[in-house]
């Protein structure tokens, strides 16, 4: 029997892999595998993208000679699937090719999985491990497990803010543009973090005040899918939303009368404007994760309503003397810096 430091060291690699996958394989987990015979890795794999093959798949179809397989154990980060979905299930191919043991990281707690691939594996005869590094599996895939046992998004709330409390200025004092608070590198950071999350929020002033673009032109990464709160309908039509091609959705009180706006522009009507409300509807959209970008009035109806799981407040080396507060956040808190500016993250434990 393998020791609990060998099984642990080949879960690590495949927590390392499940990372590779990113918010690419959304609303699918985050999956590695690592396939190992006579205490060597023989084969990889990783969930790369939503639709293809899964992490068990691409570990297998790397392993050069096959006929070592039914010596070999896989490693795996998230229980195997059970059921057809976009893809046959893993816990099938794992019987068929009669591997000699399986160590799984966490059960899927997806209803249509949720122990079903551990049992079919087990009744095949094949040994089976599971729980190993399993609070780091469960951590890599939170959006995917608050998604299915919480039924709402997981929800990141990020605001910058100045030495004095502020997150923008008076609307009087304002300057034309964005008052930046932070340092200008800081930007490509929260066009990282943006990239990370599947949908990007916020309230309709911060598209009047700001116009931003709400995109991650800083990296080379996936743009986000962009929610604006808009009851009233008041957002204007020059407005950069409205000037590219990411898909965004608005949600409104009332039905917009307006021009043609664009293929990547959905009205959605809700006459509730609760955050519940709102996080309901984004989940019946399928979208594991949010990522709440302001204003102020928006990032305080999440917190009043404790509908947040992180919060990331970079505080720059500016003063306002005069402006809006910034939110404020009574939690689990760790801090950090990122060059001149400081980073605190807040857990909703």
């Not at 639709?51 to 000679?65: L, P, R």
């Not at 990522?291 to 990331?312: H, P, Q, S, Y």
Request: hydrophobic letters at 40%; a positive charge; charged letters at 25%.
């Amino acid at each position: 029997m393998e020791s609990k430091n060998t099984d642990e060291h080949f879960m690590r690699r495949a927590l390392q892999l499940a990372g590779l996958g990113g918010v690419f394989v959304a609303p699918n987990p985050k999956v590695g595998a690592v396939i190992v015979c006579d205490g060597k890795i023989i084969g990889e794999g990783y969930h790369q993208k939503y639709g293809e093959a899964h992490a068990e798949i691409n570990a297998i179809n790397s392993v050069q000679n096959k006929e070592l397989i039914p010596t070999s154990i896989i490693y795996v980060t998230l229980e195997p699937c059970s059921h057809y979905g976009k893809t046959p299930p893993c816990a099938d191919a794992i019987v068929q090719l009669k591997f000699k043991r399986v160590v799984i990281g966490c059960v899927d707690s997806f209803s249509k999985v949720s122990g079903r691939g551990i049992e079919r594996i087990r009744k095949a005869g094949i040994a089976v491990k599971v729980g190993v590094l399993e609070k780091e599996a469960r951590l890599i895939n939170k959006r995917f497990f608050t998604f299915h046992e919480k039924k709402r998004p997981y929800v990141i709330l990020k605001w910058a803010q100045t030495q004095d409390g502020y997150i923008d200025r008076l609307p009087e004092n304002r300057q034309k543009g964005v008052n930046w608070i932070t340092q200008p590198e800081t930007k490509i950071l929260v066009h990282k973090w943006r990239s990370e999350e599947q949908v990007i929020l916020v309230g309709a002033n911060t598209i009047i005040n700001d116009n931003p673009s709400l995109t991650v032109r800083e990296i080379n990464g996936k743009n986000p899918i962009r929610v604006i709160l808009d009851p009233d309908n008041i957002i204007a039509t020059p407005s950069a939303i409205f000037q590219d091609d990411v898909k965004t959705f608005i949600f409104n009180n009332s039905p917009k009368k307006t021009e043609f706006l664009g293929n990547h522009i959905e009205f959605i009507t809700i006459q509730d404007f609760s955050i519940s409300s709102i996080l309901k509807e984004l989940y019946n959209l399928g979208f594991l994760s949010i990522f709440v970008e302001g204003g102020a009035f928006t990032l305080n109806k999440f917190i009043e309503a404790n509908c947040w799981d992180e919060a990331r407040v970079l505080k720059g080396n500016t003063y306002f003397e005069h402006g809006i507060s910034a939110p404020e956040i009574n939690a689990q808190r760790v801090q950090s810096h990122f060059g001149k500016d400081e980073i605190t993250y807040y857990f909703n434990t």
